[in-house]
């Protein structure tokens, strides 16, 4: 696979998994997607975070996903303290920015470059993509299609991809389903851009909101995410036992 080139950035290693670092936020990484865009070359991108690395460390099949993945940038916050306290210069990328970078720049294509979203509860992502579109007038929709199918639905929407070949892929399925099922079916649209992108849809279907730029800023989105799903708390535990590693693990 076509890993992203040791000249032109860092990759640095957060519990075994590698994270590809830039100096610029989001600058580079949006850069690189758009040239293997023009070159048409498939890339699945992994938005890494403390939760999704204390998954991958129990579950080494989702380790093996991750390691394979051509572009993994440090998503969450408790990631990006992860790499400072060993030195390394590095800025939060959230995906959802990331990806909204991503198709703010196709849309201004005098090519069309379809986009596909899959996942979230039934109408979500049609109304995130509606929404998207409005804001960027050249956004091309490939198709939409929730998360919730039948064995049958999900045969016709893999027969649909095949036929639709959409350039770009935001899969919101959560972790770890979105990242296994697109290393299950990357296959399908191999040219393509494979974007893990979890609760975005609701996000840009305006039924969750992010959380404030202040705390964002200040490493404690997670607990506005508490705030908003509260049944996420078991899950949540995982942030402190990621912060107790941080302190102890002495791979580089």
């Known amino acids: 696979m076509q890993q992203l ?108 470059c379809p986009v596909f979203f899959y996942g979230g509860q039934p109408g979500v992502s049609q109304t995130a993509a509606a929404t998207l579109q409005r804001r960027m007038p050249g956004l091309a929709i490939a198709a939409t299609q929730h998360g919730y199918l039948t064995a049958e639905e999900q045969h016709q929407l893999l027969q649909t991809l095949k036929t639709l070949q959409p350039r770009i892929l935001l899969i919101g399925l959560g972790v770890p389903r979105q990242e296994f099922w697109i290393a299950q079916h990357r296959y399908l649209c191999p040219n393509s851009i494979w974007i893990g992108v979890g609760g975005s849809f609701d996000i840009w279907a305006g039924t969750k909101t992010r959380a404030p730029g202040w705390l964002r800023n200040n490493h404690l989105e997670w607990l506005y995410r508490l705030y908003q799903e509260p049944w996420r708390w078991k899950r949540m535990l995982a942030l402190p036992k990621f912060a107790w590693k941080a302190l102890l693990y002495r791979g580089v």
Do not use: F
């Open 5 to 112: 080139s040791q000249s032109s950035s860092k990759t640095a290693n957060v519990l075994g998994l590698p994270i590809h670092l830039t100096h610029h936020l989001g600058t580079h990484y949006l850069d690189w997607l758009a040239t293997k865009l023009r070159q048409q070359k498939g890339v699945h991108v992994v938005t890494l975070n403390a939760e999704m690395a204390m998954e991958a460390e129990k579950n080494q099949d989702l380790a093996a996903v991750i390691r394979q993945a051509e572009l993994v940038i440090p998503d969450g916050a408790g990631v990006v303290l992860y790499l400072k306290l060993r030195g390394k210069t590095v800025q939060r990328c959230p995906g959802i920015e990331l990806s909204e970078l991503l198709l703010q720049q196709v849309a201004r294509l005098d090519q069309p």
